[in-house]
């Protein structure tokens, strides 16, 4: 069975998981806890984070980045990259524009604050930094405004096809949806092209993922919210 | 005439010249002060940031990723990310530890306190931090350990064939040498391996950087060091 190593509120983890699953492809989940930096995980990964895929073969492919380019290689029946050379280039751009810079101003201060501090914070005492948390809540509606500018012009996030780009801006959403910041109802294009991906098959698995001691904001497993 | 878009101190700008260099594609380069955001620069690319290649066709790609992918697939006679799926995947992986972690570590930091916070502190000061600056220095130390683990089994980083895991960290210890902090002394492999990479003719347009108000150290354009 392939393997995937993950944290349940790593977006990169989540973006790994939708495209496994749009290109039906089984795999079990191992959840890693990997700033513990366990040693047995270190073997397999020595930069020590998530997701990490051991595949049917058992090839080893550490981090995001070179995990969607080899499934795309190794299992192109249904390219979630694009065809075409320019199609390829605004795909990765709108990767990159989640993973870097909504990452940077939201989904990392936020996951800090609300659930990752509690672990790493050994001895101190684990208290949420309400100013990074306001911060990153005010953040996040140039982002959404910036989705809505896209869908207003193009039926997916980088055109006609659902891509990576919608992969991996949701696998961003859904986590902070689990904590209740996104403001959907300032956004209401943006919730439109939420709606279309929360309600495809794929998405179900990450709707029922639950992190002990987070509740999720009542509305994250709904499809009508 | 293809154009890149660059800041002289940005490691992700520099790993596309040499990848421009290693594959003998002609360039003009423009320096982008991406900081001040100006609105003809975010006309090109949203997101703000370098580096940005406008290719002889008009193709815009912004970002490091979907230019080296785009370069690898548009122009693929000299391959520099590997043939077969696990060299690519072993190249992706290094990519990754020198542009997310060795950044986030060393160069990030280095660059901030050394170069970049004097033109984004605005009103305020410029006052480099130095405890963030020793962080930065000691934190190298691991990466050339790891550096040096790796070329005792290997003749190059990612294994016997030159390749994008070898220029990206170049790419960041060139910036790191510029200021001075790189300790070769206490490194000699991984100074072997360095040396090797530097004498490479595409090296040498980097060699003649300068940067206003900022020396770079004395061994910086020595071959021999």
Known sequence: MRVLYHYILCPLSRKVRLTLAEKKLDFSLEQERYWEKRPAFLQINPAGDVPVLIDLNGSTVCGAYPIIEYLEEAYPERSLI?????????????????????????????????NLRRYMSGTTPFAPNSHVIRTAQAAINPHLDYIAWLIDRRNWLAGEQFS????????????????GDVPWDKHPLAKEWYMRIKSRPTFRALLQDRVPGTMPSIHYPNLDF
């Open 82 to 114: 694009g065809e075409t050379l320019t199609q390829k280039v605004e795909v990765r751009r709108l990767m990159g524009w989640f993973d870097d810079k909504f990452a940077r101003d939201v989904t990392m201060p936020l996951v800090m604050e609300k």
């Open 164 to 179: 990576l780009a919608d992969i991996t801006a949701a696998a961003h959403l859904s986590i902070i949806d689990y904590l």
